[in-house]
């Protein structure tokens, strides 16, 4: 059987406009959401953020984090020096923004937390530790791979 030239043109066509509607159904069901709902909020108040930093790199005894996949917890050790801690914990998911977790801060005498992470999925996730002691603000973020 041979197909002429006017049945060629229409079959090209109807390939064609399927395949964009294919395309279409594929992007539409893609999540095209920013990561951080407030981004340039967030994007504003950047130079705060940097000075956070700034401080926590001046310490001197550092935070010391731990995970510990037996009991799924992740354990923060804040400085013997610091009194008075008050802040928040954002296990934070780069890829799902809506699997983010937050978790107040709540130190033992030890200056010791100990936060129960069962409810994280495995993957990568971002620990962001913003606090602030005796009135002065920190923040520290570690990758926390989760097997």
Known sequence: MKINWGWGIAIFYSVFVLSFIVILFYAFGQDNSLVTENYYDTDLAYQDHKDKMANYTALTDKVMESYHGDTRTYNI???AGMSSISG??????P?????????PIQTDASNQQVIPVEQLMSGQWMVQIEWTSEGRPYF???RLVIP
């Open 77 to 79: 050790q804040f400085p």
């Open 95 to 103: 890829s799902t923004a809506s699997l983010d977790q937050r978790v």
């Open 88 to 93: 928040e914990v954002h296990f934070y998911r």
């Open 140 to 142: 520290k973020e570690t």
